[in-house]
């Protein structure tokens, strides 16, 4: 893509609530990050490495509802596939999670 994104572009990504079943330490990442399995409310769960490390601990982490951009072509990072972005607060301590202020059912679809 050349120049600035059109609204095509946008459509074609998703944003989604998901719910964290597992989060690891991704000690094959160049930076401090985690391995987390979401739940989509999918039959599997997507994969996503995540640098928040800063104000989150893995306990902290599973059972916390997530913000997730889908849509992308999945990566590599540190060895690990990220099928979706996490979304958070780029803060002066670290990033911020974005979440749902009341519980939602995995999967749901932002607008």
């Known amino acids: 893509m050349t120049g600035r994104p059109t609204f095509e572009d ?14 690891e330490m991704n000690d094959g990442a160049r930076d401090p990050g985690y391995q987390l399995w979401i739940d989509l409310g999918d039959e599997e769960a997507v ?5 928040i ?4 601990k893995v306990e902290d982490l599973v059972g916390r509802q997530v913000v997730v951009v889908t849509g992308f ?7 690990f596939r990220s099928d979706v972005l996490v979304i958070g ?3 002066s ?19």
């Open 10 to 23: 946008f459509e074609a990504l998703g944003f989604r609530v998901g719910t964290v079943l597992r989060a």
């Open 47 to 51: 994969q996503s490495s995540a640098k």
């Open 53 to 56: 490390t800063d104000l989150y």
């Open 73 to 79: 072509e999945p990566i590599r990072v540190g060895g």
């Open 89 to 91: 607060a780029l803060t």
């Open 93 to 111: 301590n670290g990033v911020v999670l974005v979440e749902p202020d009341t519980h939602v059912e995995p999967g749901t679809v932002i607008s």
